[in-house]
């Protein structure tokens, strides 16, 4: 069985940028949820994808976008970054989409916005 | 909006001794709760989860236990173990979504030898 693998593992942007994080989703899981973790803070929920469409959201501004393959994988892209942007980003996959079954974390990137 | 508050920020215990970790919720229709614990540089990883028509789940030396009248659910840790050292997370399920979770901010769970 095959774990949660994101790439990069850290990332050095200017504002006003544009940055594509990715996520490998473990074998057998066909959703992926992204969070975004603001040092000293709890993960907040970005969005989730489910066999290739996107099937919630949180209260993050539309410059945040993703997308999810055939192979269940997932992109998180983020335009016009700000100095706020900078966090640990986390993507968790399950083999379901639904809360209560446990999410598989990856080991995040971080991302700095200078 | 929903939200869930945890306490306290830091918890500095003796090891082998206990500790407690609490939550409130705001969504009373929250209806599964998870604990994820998280260690220095590394993934969150679930240790316990309870659902809302279970008053107390016990696994080892964790236990999880949930108030539904009043919102609340706290993780207590018996025999603590420098291994327990971590920042845990509480998470309610969103009331009106099947698929979210709110976090709390999280505990930093320092066991002094």
């Known amino acids: 069985e095959t774990g949660v693998t994101q790439s990069p593992t850290h990332l050095i942007k200017t504002r006003g940028q544009q940055v594509t994080l990715r996520c490998s989703s473990q074998?057998?899981?066909?959703?992926v949820s992204w969070y975004q973790q603001a040092l000293g803070q709890g993960p907040q929920f970005i969005f989730q994808y489910y066999r290739e469409e996107e099937n919630g959201r949180g209260n993050f501004p539309p410059r945040f976008s993703g997308l999810q393959f055939p192979n269940y994988s997932s992109e998180l892209n983020v335009n016009a970054l700000e100095l706020d942007d900078s966090a640990l980003y986390l993507c968790?996959?399950?083999?379901?989409?639904?809360?209560?079954?446990?999410?598989?974390f990856g080991p995040g990137t971080r991302l700095t916005v200078t | 909006g929903e939200n869930v508050e945890q306490h306290p920020s830091t918890l500095s215990v003796q090891e082998g001794d206990s500790a407690v970790i609490k939550c409130t919720y705001s969504?009373?229709?929250?209806?599964?709760f998870p604990w994820y614990k998280q260690e220095l540089g590394k993934r969150p990883q679930l240790i316990i989860d309870i659902r809302s028509n279970v008053g107390e789940k016990k696994d080892q030396r964790i236990a999880v236990t949930l108030n539904k009248t009043a919102k609340h659910f706290s993780l207590h840790i018996t025999e603590t173990q420098p291994e327990d050292s971590a920042v845990y997370f509480c998470a309610a399920s969103k009331g009106d979504s099947n698929y979210q979770l709110i976090w709390g901010a999280g505990t930093k769970l320092i066991i002094k030898p």
């Open positions: 969504d009373s229709a929250s209806n599964y």
């Open positions: 968790a996959s399950s083999p379901q989409p639904i809360s209560s079954y446990e999410q598989y």
């Open positions: 074998s057998g899981h066909n959703t």
